[in-house]
């Protein structure tokens, strides 16, 4: 059985795996080995780290580079310093172009970067990400479905983005629990009064609002989204048409994520009452527990937030 | 090819690029033909590709760095044989057309990689050189850059990667003419000293005269018996060779013939002959 903990450990565990059963697999890092916990992959397989040294740009180059000859490159470091450093790399030489590379950005969100302030807290990514044709955007929750996202991405061919954390994160995913193809898991189906859906790390202050929420005769259902922009969102459409007031909670700002992907579908679809919970300013350093509550992601909180929603309907 | 068959192919080719900007009535004529003659030497004598096979695997991979140069790219691949019938007119920069203003792999056969955003082949070629040592290929990886193109600081990442990793399969030409958009190199950053950069970054270096084709050709002659390092031939070109009105004449860093410029074009470039 693989052992790690967090999301870093997670990316390293899958991709020390892949690179073990097929040859393709390389790993690209801009001086971010250590930091995405990836040392010995680099160590068992030296000829496939490459190193590029602080350098965003080069590294999504050099990935495109690797590419083109059909090797199976996976970069790996904070995820603002690719989406914005190196984000027209990352558009025209890997979108554009329609290579297989794979990214995995972490310190996202105040949660991801936490003690670092924001300098190394990204609250931007997916707002850049999704609007880049040919990317498949993969959020997963917990170390679990990191692990399992790193493993679904070497399977689809073109490029991925998958959203990191600070490598503490709660687990709450079963172990070998399946990266839903469909985009969506339900975790909660209390009642339809509202319907949470949750974008990575901040989904177990999301269910311990429905909890609260639960114990003040709101019921709630909870989903966690773990796709942004996905191919077929039929199964999001379904609970979406079972409620008047949807709820999306998410670590990122409030313009460009799962707020936005979900108001989208909801305008396209089913209009229907979405207020989003996300961020509106850039955060500070904290320690990642008081951060997050201070910046409206304490189950209290979200619980509050769910009820001014459906008083004001 | 000798030399003066070399010669005779350049003339071709620019003849072709500043007919394909004439016609599409928009382009970068002046870059294109200051790199004409790197650019015929590596398609008609050096490099190891097969225009039946494009995509086959060991073959040497090609990066157009600067590339809004490439009209002479386009008349270069279809002179070599990648299209099939041989294209007559190449509706550059049109709607639908496999020429696109800036070079795309997915649309024109022959193009390894997309280009035109500055300053990115240099990191590309190391990806590339170094999936070649990788999978233990014998290819090499020649990538052709401005030399205003190297005030993005993005080149220098790539320069530091190739010298770390030992890139000695990636030959990088800098078409060395002097101009960037606005004005000379020299106006822009105060000198253009490439050699003195690349070779305190680590890499072999060599500055030869960017026309002569033996002297291109001996170049990488070197550049592939220095082992260890990767190559940089700097290349002293004259923008808009081969034209008299455009050479040395940034006024054609971007611009389109007019129907007079085109008759002086046709005599100097000597038309299909």
């Known amino acids: ?180 193809r469909d985009g969506i898991t339900v975790w909660k189906e209390y009642g339809t009064d509202a319907v949470l859906f949750s974008s990575g790390y901040v989904l177990d202050r999301v269910l311990a609002a429905a909890e609260l929420l639960k114990e003040q005769g709101v019921n709630v259902t909870v989903a966690d989204i773990n796709i942004l922009y996905g191919k077929n969102p039929s199964r999001i459409l379904e609970l979406m048409v079972k409620t008047d007031q949807i709820i999306t909670i998410e670590d990122h700002n409030i313009n460009g994520g799962l707020g936005s992907y979900i108001s989208r579908l909801a305008v396209e679809n089913r209009p229907v009452k979405v207020k989003r919970i996300a961020l509106t300013d850039y955060a500070e350093s904290g320690p990642a527990k008081e951060l997050a509550d201070a910046y409206g992601f304490s189950p209290e909180g979200i619980a509050d937030t769910v009820k001014k929603a459906l008083a004001s309907q | 090819m000798n030399t003066q068959e070399l010669q005779k192919m350049a003339k071709k080719l620019r003849y072709e690029a500043v007919r394909m900007v004439y016609e599409g009535k928009d382009g970068h004529p002046g870059p ?110 020649y990538v052709i850059c401005g030399d205003g193109e190297l005030q993005e600081g993005v080149c220098w990442e790539g320069v530091n990667m190739a010298n770390g990793r030992k890139l000695d399969n990636l030959i990088v030409f800098v078409d060395r003419n002097g101009w960037q958009s606005y004005k000379t190199v020299e106006f822009t950053v105060g000198q253009n000293n490439i050699a003195d950069r690349f070779r305190a970054f680590g890499w072999h270096t060599q500055e030869i005269d960017g026309h002569d084709y033996d002297a291109i050709k001996c170049a990488v002659a070197i550049a592939k018996s220095a082992k260890g390092r990767p190559s940089a031939i700097i290349c002293d070109c004259v923008k808009g060779k081969g034209l008299s009105y455009m050479e040395n004449n940034n006024a054609w860093h971007k611009g389109v013939p007019n129907d007079e410029q085109w008759e002086i074009a046709k005599r100097e470039l000597g038309g299909e002959d």
């Open chain 2, 32 to 141: 294109a033909l200051s790199c004409a003659d790197i650019v015929t030497t590596l398609y008609f004598d050096i490099m190891n590709v097969d225009p039946n096979n494009p995509e086959y695997p060991d073959r040497d991979r090609f990066i157009l760095s600067k590339g809004h140069a490439c009209p002479v790219w386009y008349a270069a691949l279809n002179k070599r044989g990648y299209f099939n019938p041989k294209v007559e007119h190449f509706q550059l920069r049109q709607l639908s057309s496999m020429f696109q203003g800036h070079p795309s792999m997915h649309s024109t056969k022959g193009i390894d990689m997309t280009s035109g955003s500055l300053g990115n082949g240099i990191a590309i070629g190391a990806g590339m050189a170094t999936a070649a040592k990788i999978q233990k290929r014998n290819y090499y990886t």
């Open chain 1, 1 to 180: 059985m693989v052992e790690f903990k967090g999301t870093r450990e997670a990316f390293a565990a899958a991709l020390y795996e892949l690179a073990s059963v097929n040859d393709k697999v390389v790993g690209v890092f801009p001086d971010a080995l250590k930091a995405m916990r990836a040392v010995s992959f680099g160590e068992t397989y030296p000829d496939r780290y490459i190193e590029c040294g602080i350098a965003e740009q080069c590294a999504v180059d050099v990935a495109a580079g690797l590419a083109s000859t059909g090797l199976l490159p996976f970069v790996g470091t904070y995820c603002g310093f690719l989406t914005m450093r190196a984000g027209e790399q990352m558009r025209t030489f890997v979108g554009y172009t329609d290579l297989n590379v794979k990214f995995i950005g972490v310190n996202a969100g105040v949660l991801g970067g936490e003690r670092e302030g924001v300098t190394h807290q990204f609250y931007e990514d997916l707002a850049f990400i999704t609007s880049l044709p040919n990317f498949t955007v993969l959020t997963p929750a917990d170390p679990e479905q990191m692990y399992e996202a790193v493993k679904y991405a070497a399977e689809i061919c073109g490029p991925v983005y998958i959203r990191g954390g600070s490598g503490r994160e709660i687990e709450i995913y079963e172990k070998d629990a399946p990266f839903s």
